[in-house]
């Protein structure tokens, strides 16, 4: 199979982390907040109907949204339980809400949701006067919440998760005092931008943030720009395809985001970003990409935070450089929709390629020629995009189970792949 550069341009859809808030956000805000660029992966609609069960009105006009808020204090009783499919965000910041509300509530997911960790928000939440428990007494979803009146708390979070600190500050929104979250490394910072533009006052300093209760949030209109992670895909593609030229349009570059970008010129990358500009408070700009050859690195450390969801694509990337790559400091793979570190590891060796996993991470040594596998994409979206990537990049495309799960943050996935092969 002739691997065929890839050129032109590609607008890819809206980002995942900020469609979610901006849900979360308008519904406990004055007004009606408008949101342009919606991501309409099965994720983010799992938050809108959660929204939609407590009361509050969306309008779903494809890539437009309109949510009618009804303030901080306007949320009903939902009289079921709340689904939150396969999204973690959904879960872990809506139970910060929901641990003020004056209702109880039932969460519950999919079967990944009903296996990752919720015991990380639980115990920050509770340290608030919050009642939560995991009914299935695992630390895990279910959960059955109760609403409390709460207090604002300090803080330190022993993991750098942009989930756990948006969790603690969303109950902070309704909590007695100051609500503070220290981390050890600066996760996505995207709920501090937004409660800002919708009116909280949130006072951000190194690796912490410091949320004063707000009287009342207020309707804002969004443009959410295009996400990075599932811009990382064709991105890698591009760079290591001799003759590509490729730009990717309008895509958030949040500092707290753009690890990928960084790692990606430091391994040889042709990368230069065009047209910069901020966009709902949000930095964006186009990507353009030309196709050129990697040599191994090594990721670790302050990074990780930055590119956590990005890891999968970077070690298929890793496989096609020139050297070692080590990958470290990513233990948090493990919790994500599936083991990635695993999974990751297992399909990459029987497409061929010399990978090591260590105990948070993986050494990858690149060089040798892949080939096809049967590759279990445990449902997990991530890791069929990748193992798409590594299929093309190799010419000899693997079978992969489960490959539709890329619904869940990138639904034309796979038509825009054909696209550009053609």
Request: glycine share 10%; proline share 5%.
């Amino acid at each position: 199979m002739t691997i065929s550069p890839l050129r032109g341009e590609l607008t890819i859809p809206g980002d995942k982390s900020i469609s979610h808030r901006c849900v979360m956000f308008g519904a406990l805000a004055k007004g009606t907040t408008r949101v342009e660029n919606f991501l309409q992966g099965a994720d983010c609609l799992s938050t809108i109907s959660c929204f939609q069960s407590m009361g509050i009105s969306i309008e779903n006009n494809t890539s437009r949204i309109l949510v009618h808020g009804k303030g901080l204090h306007g949320l009903t009783a939902p009289k079921s339980v709340l689904d939150c499919g396969n999204s973690g965000t959904t879960t872990r910041l809506i139970s910060g809400i929901l641990a003020a509300q004056p209702f109880s509530s039932r969460l519950t997911g999919d079967d990944s949701i009903k296996k990752r960790p919720m015991g990380r928000i639980i115990t920050p939440l509770i340290e608030m006067g919050a009642n939560i428990t995991s009914e299935s007494g695992n630390g895990c979803a279910p959960l059955y919440i109760r609403g409390q009146n709460l207090k604002g708390i300090s803080y330190c979070s022993p993991v750098a998760s942009a989930q756990v600190k948006s969790a603690v500050l969303l109950a902070g929104l309704y909590a007695e005092g100051i609500t503070t979250v220290t981390e050890p490394y600066l996760s996505r910072n995207h709920t501090e931008l937004m409660l800002g533009g919708f009116g909280a006052k949130v006072e951000c300093n190194g690796s912490t943030a410091a949320l004063t209760p707000p009287k009342e949030l207020f309707a804002q209109e969004i443009f959410v720009p295009g996400d990075i992670s599932s811009a990382a895909y064709f991105l890698t593609a591009a760079a290591l395809i001799p003759g590509s030229e490729l730009l990717i349009k309008n895509v958030g570059i949040n500092p707290t985001r753009d690890g990928i970008l960084r790692v990606y010129r430091d391994m040889g990358a042709d990368i230069t970003l065009l047209n910069k500009r901020t966009s709902s408070g949000e930095p964006v700009a186009d990507i353009l990409v030309r196709g050129g050859t990697f040599h191994g690195t090594t990721i670790r450390g302050s990074i990780i935070p930055a590119l956590i969801d990005e890891l999968p694509i970077i070690a298929v990337a890793a496989c096609f450089a020139e050297g070692e790559t080590v990958i470290s400091d990513a233990a948090e793979l493990k919790v994500k929709e599936s083991n990635r570190i695993a999974v990751m590891t297992e399909g990459l060796a029987a497409m061929g390629a010399d990978v090591t996993e260590t105990e948070d991470g993986m050494i990858i040594k690149g060089g040798r020629p892949l080939k096809s596998a049967f590759i279990d994409s445990c449902l997990d979206h991530r890791i069929a995009m990748s193992f798409s990537i590594a299929g093309l990049l190799c010419g000899d495309m693997p079978h992969i189970k489960g490959r539709d799960c890329v619904n869940i943050s990138y639904p034309d996935f796979y038509k825009d792949l054909k696209r550009l092969m053609s």
